[in-house]
């Protein structure tokens, strides 16, 4: 079984950027393919990135398509998300998620292990 913590949230002003961490421990975090979410106050939670066990592939929301970027290190753990040119409706709590059997999936329900998530608050 494998833990996530993310870190990195925060408020910032529109046009600007943030990089949310995701680190991984209990598990092999290279067996897993990860995925980033996020929940904004009233909504249902939605598939923002995912990334394959290599990191070699990726997929995204057509909301962040061109302006978030999702990689990982997986010496170090680690998965990460790029957040460039933010925007009021980026606005959610962020998770991460580890997928063990799938391959780049969208669905809450694809994932198995979910970390606590992260604030981020986009200010016009």
């Known amino acids: 079984q494998v833990q996530l913590v993310e870190s990195g949230g925060g408020l910032v002003q529109a046009g600007n950027s943030l990089r949310l961490s995701c680190a991984a421990s209990?598990?092999?975090?290279?067996?897993?393919?990860m995925g980033w979410f996020r929940q904004a106050p009233g909504k249902e939670r939605e598939f923002v990135a995912a990334?394959?066990?290599?990191?070699?592939?990726?997929r995204y929301a057509d909301s962040v398509k061109g302006r978030f970027t999702i990689s990982r290190d997986n010496a170090k753990n680690t998965m990460y998300l790029q957040m460039n040119s933010l925007k009021p409706e980026d606005t959610a709590v962020y998770y991460c998620?580890?997928?063990?059997?799938?391959?780049?999936?969208?669905?809450?329900?694809?994932?198995?292990?979910w970390g606590q998530g992260t604030q981020v608050t986009v200010s016009s």
């Open positions: 998620a580890a997928d063990r059997e799938g391959y780049l999936r969208v669905g809450v329900s694809d994932y198995d292990y």
């Open positions: 209990g598990g092999t975090f290279r067996n897993y393919a």
């Open positions: 990334i394959s066990w290599s990191g070699s592939s990726t």
